[in-house]
């Protein structure tokens, strides 16, 4: 199985700063890597697919980038909104494996 | 518009077999390229993704657990259905079902049930 290490676990960050989480795959994956949030309580939700393709509807100020091993997904401004926790899935083979989350609150 | 809607027991004995239903609508499982998986989340902790199954009933099931996994669809009644023997406390779970949307040759997550909490517990 392809194993999926994110850091950091956690982060605080002030509204209107740019935050950084990274996912490394235990193997390359191309760029078949996602990403998903989950509000607390709520079921994930796709933000980024293919690494870098942001999903229909969801704000320019996330972006993904990455290939081979090493994966980045960005959020260019905090907003108050974006309280959850953030987990990368690799595409690349089944089973399906997912980080083990990053969870971002307000300072 | 696609939704996806988990059933079941909300407590289950130790040994016990847990079954749940995915009910969905707007997309069929006869159609050429749809799937659907199971996911669980144990509370505070992370996503694990536990079995697949898809239009041509192929069905793709997690390393750990796939002796005790067993994945089938109804599709007539739009309905994917998980069967986990053996069920120990640590399986406590919200258990999710969520479509594979395929674009091009990438696959991810698109839409998802709302979870249904299964607490294992004598």
């Known amino acids: 199985d392809i194993q999926m290490t994110q850091s950091p676990s956690s982060l605080s960050a002030s509204v209107g700063d740019r935050v950084t989480i990274t996912c490394r795959a235990s193997q390359s994956i191309s760029n078949y890597l996602n990403w998903y949030q989950q509000i607390p309580g709520k079921a994930p939700k796709i933000l980024i697919y293919a690494a870098s393709s942001l999903q229909s509807g969801v704000p320019s100020r996330f972006s993904g980038s990455g290939s081979g091993t090493d994966f980045t997904l960005a959020i260019s401004s905090l907003q108050p909104e974006d309280v959850a926790t953030y987990y990368c899935?690799?595409?690349?083979?089944?089973?399906?494996?997912f980080g083990q989350g990053t969870k971002v609150e307000i300072k | 518009q696609v939704t996806l809607r988990e059933s079941g027991p909300a407590l289950v004995r130790p040994t016990q077999t847990l079954t749940l239903t995915c009910t969905f609508s707007g997309f069929s499982l006869s159609t050429s390229g749809m799937c659907v998986s199971w996911v669980r989340q144990p509370p505070g902790k992370a996503l694990e993704w536990l079995a697949r199954i898809d239009w041509d009933d192929d069905k793709y099931y997690s390393t750990s657990l796939k002796t005790r996994l067993t994945i089938s669809k109804d599709t007539s009644k739009n309905q994917v259905v998980l069967t986990m023997t053996n069920m120990d406390p640590v399986d406590t779970a919200t258990y999710y079902c969520?479509?594979?949307?395929?674009?091009?040759?990438?696959?991810?997550?698109?839409?998802w049930g709302q979870g249904t909490l299964v607490t294992v517990s004598s």
């Open positions: 899935q690799q595409s690349y083979s089944i089973p399906r494996t």
């Open positions: 969520a479509r594979d949307f395929w674009s091009g040759y990438y696959t991810y997550f698109d839409s």
